[in-house]
């Protein structure tokens, strides 16, 4: 295992920083302006989010710098980048948990991106994928239930069924990331085309369905930990008699379990990348916390327990980070399936790790930290929403323990 940055990793990583120092973290305050902007209008109005001129300024900048797409391994759409180069720039943007979308790297438009590149038609790429490569849209993947246990996908209970030359949707789904937002173009809904097939992970397939269908309501924005996530949003969304036509079909009936697996990898991998950045940054926070306050007639940073929490923070960082490139060399090498149980495992660690960081800073920080006036919130509310997203942690772990239970159970030559 080789984990060096190679030239061309360390050239774009040096840029990333160099935008981030310059662009990203000047503009902080606008950042958090301008979203709370968005937020207010929409609650006035009963609408969504609008998108931030902000971001819009900076993906500019960061296309013109080359900063662009970098998630995509295919170099005829991004940078050409395995997994195990990503890591590294991924956790850079991961610092500011709202940078990523600069770099058109920001979930879900990600993961659907890639989607429709590796399973998309020819016409179904044409309308959607180079509107995605350019930022120009965002997109929403719609798969979560509020009515039954969607930890475990076969239990979805979205209906799609065939009626000629159309399929038409019903079902109600929530926490759809970035489906709040004015440009959300699309959907890629999971649902069921054939809920009687006794193998129950073919019962499933996946559709592009535009957001401007008929039938298609956005009933509430829910809250993440008590947090509005403007300009994206979590919202509850409802899907009824929602017609498109049956070319949206993606890869073909059946197959929405397989588009799933390959679709879900890449995303869990790049949000505990992100994660590391968060916790990078909270432990920076922290230290400059415990040097610069006084208690009990010393600075905290003299104090036995505050250095303990920071070398514990910095052990911390440093699993989760080994853990991650780990599971991307895994994936680079010999496959997201087979690489599965490694990427559950850094599914579970990489949240609970730097959870743990964040709080310990936050502690430092005292009432401070409990308030606007650090993002400290913010990235514990981030890092614990990960302990459900894409799988929650008891599901993982069940994962990785058949995994190594399976050679027990039928040893060879018994």
Same mark, same amino acid.
């Given at each position: 295992?080789?984990?060096a940055?190679?030239?061309?990793v360390q050239?774009l990583?040096?840029r990333?920083?160099?935008f981030?120092?310059?662009?990203?973290?000047p503009?902080e305050?606008?950042?958090?302006?301008e979203?709370?902007?968005s937020?207010?209008?929409a609650l006035?109005?009963g609408?969504?989010?609008?998108?931030?001129p902000?971001?819009?300024?900076?993906?500019?900048?960061?296309?013109a710098?080359?900063?662009w797409n970098?998630?995509l391994?295919?170099?005829s759409?991004g940078?050409?980048?395995?997994n195990l180069?990503?890591?590294?720039?991924?956790?850079i943007?991961?610092?500011?948990y709202?940078?990523a979308e600069a770099?058109?790297?920001s979930a879900?438009d990600?993961?659907?991106?890639?989607?429709?590149?590796?399973?998309g038609s020819e016409?179904?790429k044409?309308?959607?994928?180079q509107?995605?490569?350019?930022?120009?849209?965002?997109s929403a993947f719609?798969?979560?239930?509020?009515a039954v246990?969607s930890?475990d !996908?076969? =239990? &979805?209970?979205c209906?799609?069924? *065939?009626?000629g030359?159309?399929?038409?949707i019903?079902?109600r789904k929530?926490? #759809?990331?970035?489906a709040?937002?004015?440009r959300?173009?699309?959907?890629?809904?999971m649902g069921?085309?054939d809920p009687?097939?006794a193998?129950?992970?073919r019962?499933?397939?996946?559709?592009?369905v535009p957001?401007d269908?008929?039938?298609?309501?956005?009933?509430?924005?829910?809250?993440l930990?008590?947090?509005?996530?403007?300009p994206?949003?979590?919202p509850?969304?409802?899907?009824?008699n929602?017609?498109?036509p !049956?070319? =949206? &079909?993606?890869?073909?009936?059946? *197959?929405g379990f397989?588009?799933?697996q390959?679709?879900?990898?890449?995303?869990? #991998?790049h949000?505990?990348m992100?994660?590391?950045?968060?916790a990078e940054?909270?432990?920076?926070?922290?230290?400059?916390?415990?040097?610069?306050r006084?208690?009990?007639?010393?600075?905290l940073?003299e104090?036995g327990?505050w250095?303990?929490r920071?070398?514990?923070?910095?052990m911390l960082?440093?699993q989760?980070r080994w853990m991650?490139?780990?599971?991307?060399w895994?994936?680079?090498?010999?496959?997201?399936?087979? !690489?599965?149980s490694?990427?559950?495992?850094i599914?579970?660690i990489?949240?609970n790790?730097?959870?743990q960081?964040?709080?310990?800073?936050?502690?430092a920080?005292?009432?401070m930290?409990?308030?606007q006036?650090?993002?400290l919130v913010?990235?514990?509310?981030?890092?614990?929403?990960?302990?459900v997203a894409?799988g929650p942690?008891?599901v993982?772990?069940?994962?990785i323990a058949?995994?190594?239970?399976?050679?027990?159970?039928?040893?060879?030559?018994k």
């Amino acid at each position: 295992m080789e984990f060096a940055y190679t030239p061309k990793v360390q050239s774009l990583r040096t840029r990333l920083l160099d935008f981030m120092d310059e662009h990203i973290y000047p503009n902080e305050r606008r950042q958090a302006e301008e979203a709370h902007q968005s937020y207010l209008n929409a609650l006035k109005s009963g609408g969504l989010y609008t998108g931030l001129p902000l971001l819009e300024e900076l993906k500019a900048k960061a296309r013109a710098a080359g900063l662009w797409n970098l998630f995509l391994p295919e170099a005829s759409h991004g940078a050409g980048l395995t997994n195990l180069e990503y890591a590294p720039l991924c956790e850079i943007m991961g610092r500011r948990y709202w940078s990523a979308e600069a770099f058109n790297c920001s979930a879900p438009d990600t993961g659907n991106t890639e989607v429709i590149a590796r399973y998309g038609s020819e016409a179904q790429k044409a309308r959607w994928l180079q509107p995605l490569l350019d930022g120009e849209i965002r997109s929403a993947f719609a798969m979560t239930e509020p009515a039954v246990a969607s930890s475990d !996908a076969t =239990n &979805i209970t979205c209906s799609i069924r *065939r009626e000629g030359d159309e399929y038409v949707i019903d079902g109600r789904k929530w926490y #759809i990331t970035g489906a709040m937002n004015e440009r959300c173009k699309l959907f890629i809904l999971m649902g069921k085309t054939d809920p009687d097939n006794a193998n129950r992970h073919r019962q499933q397939s996946m559709i592009i369905v535009p957001a401007d269908t008929p039938g298609i309501t956005v009933v509430r924005d829910m809250a993440l930990v008590n947090h509005y996530d403007a300009p994206f949003g979590h919202p509850e969304v409802v899907f009824e008699n929602v017609r498109v036509p !049956a070319d =949206n &079909i993606l890869l073909g009936e059946g *197959r929405g379990f397989e588009i799933a697996q390959g679709r879900l990898g890449p995303g869990r #991998i790049h949000h505990c990348m992100r994660m590391i950045g968060m916790a990078e940054s909270a432990l920076e926070m922290m230290c400059e916390r415990v040097v610069s306050r006084v208690a009990f007639g010393k600075p905290l940073a003299e104090q036995g327990v505050w250095r303990e929490r920071i070398a514990k923070a910095r052990m911390l960082i440093e699993q989760t980070r080994w853990m991650v490139l780990h599971a991307a060399w895994r994936m680079d090498t010999v496959g997201n399936k087979v !690489a599965a149980s490694e990427i559950a495992m850094i599914k579970v660690i990489a949240p609970n790790n730097c959870i743990q960081v964040i709080d310990d800073a936050m502690q430092a920080f005292g009432a401070m930290g409990l308030s606007q006036d650090t993002l400290l919130v913010n990235f514990w509310a981030y890092a614990r929403h990960l302990r459900v997203a894409d799988g929650p942690d008891e599901v993982h772990r069940n994962a990785i323990a058949k995994h190594e239970l399976a050679g027990y159970a039928n040893p060879k030559g018994k």
